[in-house]
């Protein structure tokens, strides 16, 4: 099958000979003009597939009236490893791929501010509105695709295997997955040891003892049923979340600009600021019913009580100074970026 194929042909009789009445003539359904393959990294049940993907794909063939069908590949069905996602949508072997900066450290090193600790506020919705704010300043990091969406999860949680964490030296030498560049930063300067892994492996990581611990929201944590692999869950004071990861939804540059404009014009009213809010608020109501699912199984939630959280900030602001000092190695102005995007993340959390 042609999965990139235009007019992929007229759609069968819409019925057949022996339902029609006298002079009935059969309908013929109309066939999309445009056929656009999205590839992941997740299962075909995951809330980004169940409530991102699939009605994202039935808005654009509704507003399309047809004419754009979107066939969503999930689990790296078409192929490859996850850190190969964005690849395949600059090179073209897939339309459109949805990952993670994460992949692909210090390719995207604009875009990794919104992960930093003490940017994200714990609020999907905010940070992903923040991200649009900011695109004339971090665009220029998929300058080889066309970005429909950057955006972030509510999130890192500490899941914990055997131990409960509610202090920094509880962390004190722990091996712990961590979904990105920053992450693991931050783990180094807490004393523990970072181990990068695409999200997939991670199951099996933590029942095999690979690992003992996980940063990663519930939104990722429930349908690889991490919950029932771990004994402890810890969140920040009020809630606080150690950093987040910043996701990219992107398009093939090429294929974007091969479009009819009014179906161009149909995908942008469909990408950026026009759904950054709707899928800001997606991710963050997915969070409690997590939480949900981890006391379900037995497992206890941790919030870090004042003065811990103040040992955790001290290192979260070491991880900062770096980053910053590495990003003005890169020819960007680091202060300047973490100053915006702290701005922006705090307009949109409802001030400073």
Excluded: C
Excluded at 271 to 292: F, L, Y
């Amino acid at each position: 099958m042609d999965r990139r194929g235009v007019l992929k042909g007229v759609a069968g009789l819409g019925a057949t000979g022996l339902g029609l009445g006298l002079g009935a003539r059969p309908r013929r359904a109309r066939a999309a003009e445009v056929t656009l393959t999205l590839h992941h990294f997740l299962g075909p049940k995951a809330p980004a597939q169940v409530s991102f993907f699939e009605p994202w794909a039935k808005k654009l063939e509704e507003a399309s009236k047809g004419r754009i069908k979107i066939e969503i590949f999930p689990s790296m069905a078409m192929g490859g490893k996850p850190p190969e996602l964005y690849a395949q949508a600059r090179d073209g072997v897939a339309d459109i791929v949805w990952t993670v900066l994460g992949y692909t450290p210090g390719a995207f090193p604009r875009s990794e501010v919104f992960e930093l600790p003490g940017v994200h506020r714990g609020s999907a919705k905010a940070t992903t509105l923040a991200i649009q704010d900011l695109m004339d300043r971090v665009g220029a990091d998929y300058a080889d695709t066309h970005p429909l969406l950057i955006h972030a999860h509510a999130g890192q949680v500490l899941f914990t295997v055997k131990k409960p964490v509610r202090a920094l030296a509880d962390v004190q030498g722990m091996k712990i997955r961590v979904p990105s560049r920053s992450g693991a930063m931050l783990i180094e300067a807490w004393g523990a040891q970072p181990v990068s892994m695409p999200v997939p492996e991670l199951p099996q990581a933590l029942s095999k003892g690979t690992v003992d611990a996980a940063m990663i929201p519930f939104e990722v944590a429930t349908p690889l049923k991490v919950p029932e692999l771990v004994k402890y869950a810890t969140v920040g004071h009020g809630g606080q979340r150690f950093g987040t990861s910043v996701f990219i939804f992107t398009m093939n540059k090429k294929r974007y600009e091969s479009l009819p404009a009014d179906l161009k014009a149909v995908l942008d009213a469909h990408s950026g600021k026009a759904i950054a809010g709707w899928i800001g608020q997606v991710w963050d109501d997915i969070e409690p019913p997590g939480v949900a699912a981890l006391e379900k199984a037995g497992g206890q939630m941790i919030t870090l009580d004042a003065t811990a959280q103040k040992e955790f900030d001290a290192r979260a602001a070491q991880v900062v100074e770096r980053w910053t000092a590495e990003a003005n190695g890169k020819g960007l102005d680091g202060a300047a970026l973490v100053s915006a995007a702290r701005d922006a993340v705090a307009r949109h959390s409802g001030g400073a």
